[in-house]
């Protein structure tokens, strides 16, 4: 199988790089042809270049260029798109289709429905754009806190609507959970067309025996990621979260009483800290896409504490392999923090429940099958389309 994978970077690296960087190398463990169109939004570094940008990925044409020259000149049976935001644009699929490559889109988040990616807004869940107007995202600035730049994503999310390139353009969608397949098939998305995997994760090892103590946060500090309430919560439980990550939150948490914040760490520090934490906490107040927090503290042999939202509901199996909060509650999150980590032997049953459950949905060889399968029903499904079509194309 030849793939090329087509990707633009974020100025911050999140989990979306770091997952199409995993599937990157396990495509080619697997044996497969592999290269990779990377765009990078290091460029956009003001305002002025960010407006500039959001209105340009209706249909980038710079970035289409790009990766159709890769594509022309490494003939990949699959064009696999990541983020497509805002130097490529949907407008990438039809290129490709056009060119004859099946084409595969992975529904990292929420950009496809919604303006703002999250489906989030005054720091609760919204859908009004799902199956209405994205151009509502306009009256609450969806975008970056901006009208303009609202509208110039609400006009992308319109168009590609309206013109039928997710119905017509894209053979196989990937979704990382069936919350999501769930959420993207209410919008219009075809429910045939959408697949269920999640991303993998490179087996750790089997965890080591050994007591285990302390709560942990890995993750962005800002405030769909519920830290601040997190921060109330350690201090209602009088315990102490060890918190590793940045963001925009990092100054004003600096100094609680409740949190030893450690800043961004190196993968094998993290994987570390996971592996010696009682619990890993994640009390997002948003839907999340696939939290790899989850995976990576399941691989750990480490349990989860989760807002009852979104996917992470499905995740998180109550009482089996963490614990489940409604999300936003400091007080039900701090009586869970105070049960888990007060109980290391219900913690420890969880916590081998939860590496059970990494390898046998998570682990990189499991996933890289459903990935190959994934490409080759689109294949399939595109030359389906060629022998049916009158012109042959």
């Given at each position: 199988m030849r793939v090329l994978l087509a990707h633009n970077r974020y100025q911050v690296r999140g989990g979306e790089d770091a997952a199409v960087a995993r599937d990157l190398a396990a495509l080619a463990r697997a044996g497969c042809a592999v290269e990779a169109v990377f765009l990078d939004n290091g460029a956009i570094d003001s305002g002025l270049a960010r407006l500039r940008a959001a209105v340009a990925t209706t249909h980038a044409p710079e970035g289409i260029a790009r990766v159709m020259a890769a594509a022309r000149r490494f003939?990949?049976?699959v064009v696999h798109v990541h983020n497509f935001f805002p130097l490529l644009s949907?407008?990438?699929h039809a290129a490709a289709r056009a060119a004859g490559f099946a084409t595969v889109q992975t529904l990292h988040n929420y950009r496809l429905i919604c303006p703002g990616a999250f489906l989030m807004r005054d720091g609760a869940p919204c859908e009004v754009c799902v199956t209405g107007s994205p151009y509502q995202a306009v009256r609450f600035a969806c975008y970056r806190g901006s009208r303009i730049g609202s509208l110039a994503v609400a006009r992308m999310v319109d168009h590609h609507r309206r013109a039928g390139t997710w119905r017509r353009d894209v053979d196989r969608f990937v979704a990382l959970?069936?919350?999501a397949r769930e959420r993207f098939v209410a919008a219009g998305i075809p429910a045939?067309?959408?697949?269920?995997?999640?991303?993998g994760l490179p087996d750790p090892g089997p965890p080591a025996d050994g007591p285990r103590d302390g709560l942990l946060y890995v993750g962005r500090l800002s405030p769909e990621k519920g830290v601040l309430v997190l921060a109330e919560a350690a201090i209602r439980a009088g315990r102490r979260v060890t918190v590793i990550g940045d963001g925009p939150l990092a100054g004003a948490l600096a100094g609680h009483p409740g949190l030893d914040l450690r800043g961004a760490l190196t993968p094998d520090a993290v994987q570390a800290a996971m592996a010696r934490?009682?619990?890993v906490v994640v009390p997002s107040l948003w839907y999340e896409g696939?939290?790899?927090v989850v995976a990576e503290a399941f691989a750990a042999g480490t349990p989860v504490v989760a807002s009852r939202i979104g996917a992470l509901a499905s995740l998180v199996a109550e009482g089996e392999t963490g614990l489940r909060v409604e999300p936003g509650d400091a007080a039900t999150l701090s009586a869970a923090?105070?049960?888990i980590a007060g109980d290391p032997t219900a913690a420890s049953?969880?916590?081998?429940?939860?590496?059970a459950v990494y390898e046998r949905e998570w682990r990189e060889d499991v996933t890289t099958r459903a990935l190959l399968d994934i490409y080759r029903d689109a294949v399939a499904a595109r030359a389906a389309e060629v022998r049916l079509s009158p012109t042959g194309t």
């Amino acid at each position: 199988m030849r793939v090329l994978l087509a990707h633009n970077r974020y100025q911050v690296r999140g989990g979306e790089d770091a997952a199409v960087a995993r599937d990157l190398a396990a495509l080619a463990r697997a044996g497969c042809a592999v290269e990779a169109v990377f765009l990078d939004n290091g460029a956009i570094d003001s305002g002025l270049a960010r407006l500039r940008a959001a209105v340009a990925t209706t249909h980038a044409p710079e970035g289409i260029a790009r990766v159709m020259a890769a594509a022309r000149r490494f003939a990949p049976d699959v064009v696999h798109v990541h983020n497509f935001f805002p130097l490529l644009s949907p407008g990438i699929h039809a290129a490709a289709r056009a060119a004859g490559f099946a084409t595969v889109q992975t529904l990292h988040n929420y950009r496809l429905i919604c303006p703002g990616a999250f489906l989030m807004r005054d720091g609760a869940p919204c859908e009004v754009c799902v199956t209405g107007s994205p151009y509502q995202a306009v009256r609450f600035a969806c975008y970056r806190g901006s009208r303009i730049g609202s509208l110039a994503v609400a006009r992308m999310v319109d168009h590609h609507r309206r013109a039928g390139t997710w119905r017509r353009d894209v053979d196989r969608f990937v979704a990382l959970t069936p919350f999501a397949r769930e959420r993207f098939v209410a919008a219009g998305i075809p429910a045939e067309r959408i697949r269920i995997r999640p991303n993998g994760l490179p087996d750790p090892g089997p965890p080591a025996d050994g007591p285990r103590d302390g709560l942990l946060y890995v993750g962005r500090l800002s405030p769909e990621k519920g830290v601040l309430v997190l921060a109330e919560a350690a201090i209602r439980a009088g315990r102490r979260v060890t918190v590793i990550g940045d963001g925009p939150l990092a100054g004003a948490l600096a100094g609680h009483p409740g949190l030893d914040l450690r800043g961004a760490l190196t993968p094998d520090a993290v994987q570390a800290a996971m592996a010696r934490a009682a619990a890993v906490v994640v009390p997002s107040l948003w839907y999340e896409g696939l939290p790899m927090v989850v995976a990576e503290a399941f691989a750990a042999g480490t349990p989860v504490v989760a807002s009852r939202i979104g996917a992470l509901a499905s995740l998180v199996a109550e009482g089996e392999t963490g614990l489940r909060v409604e999300p936003g509650d400091a007080a039900t999150l701090s009586a869970a923090l105070g049960r888990i980590a007060g109980d290391p032997t219900a913690a420890s049953a969880m916590g081998r429940a939860a590496r059970a459950v990494y390898e046998r949905e998570w682990r990189e060889d499991v996933t890289t099958r459903a990935l190959l399968d994934i490409y080759r029903d689109a294949v399939a499904a595109r030359a389906a389309e060629v022998r049916l079509s009158p012109t042959g194309t």
